[in-house]
């Protein structure tokens, strides 16, 4: 609804045609005009690759034996090397001959792993840490590739509710460079025993407990089924509970929780903390960046005034209706933030919509797709039975208007299960007012 174009039924993004000399180096060519000098290169080589063969190397560069030489792009080369993350240093040398400029790069290749284990892992087998460690035989071997790799195992780990595993990493062992080794200590597997909620009243605890992603266990068999603890989901349920307050104008209440382990460590009980406070009242609402359209008929499409109870998810479809306006009257990528700006009075806030009208659109082009082959005769029944025509302001409205129209026409197939329904592309040119 007058948000970003290129959805499917919607808006295509205004195309933008590549420079020539973009599509020059993207295709590796000769760039077009004559470097400084006029020297011809003689030969390009390459010293200090061990495992990488040089034809690999070359391959990555603009220099090349018989073009003009440039400093320049011989720099660009080097940053192209650098990116191929397999050389620790690179360099180049250049020296003169009779037959022009020759080139030397130096490169000093990263040592490759060439071994990977995994100690004193029991509850989770290699083959789920070598998915999640993301390191393989014959990459490339640095400190910080491994680092990374340890990290994205104790993220692994905690997810599967090990909060307490400890992993320790190695580089080089029984004389072998390229051998890493994962020391783990998983420690117990934790599981939720149960979820309390203390200090709310305006909604009540199984309302809330519906809303958050952790679970405790549930009845019967399924005890030990769905309550992973996991120590990042109950962080993130700390932040779905005070948006949910948040949204409903309490706008102040603050969530926290508690952990508490069993003797045993694996079964912990969590409490959730709300303070909820006051709920606020809006005191004014104003708009602010509009130009093309007038504050009254913006004001004529909100539901949220001054004196009624702040409400998020009203305003959220207050936003969706300033939008829609404004699609409906070519600007198709108008902006609307709005922001609440607390007072000095208790318990009051200044709702702000902050527009951003952007640039008005017009139609430059319809299209109907249809999946297979080409359907001209239908294509164009279905665009006269459009309300559109290229050349007019883009007008959201009309755009879903016309793919009901598309979809109720049973000119097409519109099961999903046998074909794609039909689709109306718009792609618009700017208007120059």
Do not use: C
């Not at 990488?52 to 018989?66: D, V």
């Not at 491994?146 to 993220?155: F, K, N, Q, T, W």
């Amino acid at each position: 609804m007058g948000g970003p174009a290129g959805q499917s039924g919607g808006i295509t993004g205004p195309a933008e045609r590549p420079r020539f000399r973009d599509h020059i180096h993207n295709q590796d060519l000769l760039p077009i005009g004559r470097e400084t000098g006029g020297k011809v290169i003689a030969s390009v080589d390459v010293s200090g690759n061990r495992s990488l063969a040089e034809n690999t190397i070359l391959q990555e560069m603009q220099t090349k034996k018989g073009r003009f030489f440039s400093r320049e792009v011989l720099l660009g080369d080097i940053h192209r090397l650098n990116k191929m993350n397999s050389f620790d240093h690179v360099s180049f040398k250049t020296r003169e001959t009779p037959d022009g400029i020759a080139v030397t790069f130096i490169v000093h290749e990263r040592p490759l792993i060439t071994r990977i284990e995994y100690h004193g892992n029991q509850r989770l087998n290699d083959r789920e840490l070598v998915g999640r460690s993301g390191l393989a035989v014959k990459d490339p071997l640095s400190e910080f590739s491994v680092e990374s790799a340890r990290r994205r195992l104790i993220d692994y780990y905690k997810e599967e509710g090990f909060n307490q595993v400890a992993i320790t990493s190695t580089i080089g062992f029984e004389d072998q460079p390229g051998f890493v080794v994962f020391r783990i200590n998983e420690g117990p597997k934790e599981r939720i025993a149960d979820i309390k909620i203390v200090g709310n009243s305006v909604l009540s605890a199984a309302r809330l407990k519906s809303l958050i992603k952790s679970n405790g266990p549930l009845l019967g068999v399924y005890g030990y089924a769905f309550n992973t603890a996991d120590i990042k989901k109950i962080d993130q349920d700390v932040d779905i509970l005070a948006a949910t307050y948040h949204n409903l104008g309490y706008l102040t209440a603050t969530v926290g929780r508690r952990l508490a382990y069993d003797e045993t460590g694996k079964w912990l009980t969590v409490t959730f903390v709300i303070n909820e406070g006051q709920r606020f009242k809006i005191n004014s609402v104003q708009i602010v960046g509009n130009q093309f359209i007038t504050e009254e008929s913006l004001r004529a499409r909100l539901e949220l005034q001054a004196g009624d109870m702040f409400d998020g998810t009203i305003m959220k479809r207050d936003v969706g209706e300033l939008v829609y306006g404004y699609g409906e009257l070519g600007f198709i990528y108008a902006d609307i933030q709005p922001q609440t700006v607390m007072l000095d009075e208790e318990n009051t806030v200044d709702l702000v919509y902050k527009i951003n009208e952007g640039d008005r659109w017009k139609i430059g082009q319809i299209r109907v797709n249809i999946e297979g082959e080409p359907h001209l005769m239908r294509e164009t029944v279905m665009l006269n039975m459009l309300d559109m025509r290229e050349g007019d302001f883009i007008d959201r409205r009309l755009l879903e208007i016309g793919q009901r129209r598309l979809l109720n026409s049973q000119l097409l197939e519109t099961n999903p299960q046998i074909a794609d329904p039909p689709d109306i592309i718009v792609e618009p040119v700017e208007d120059a007012y």
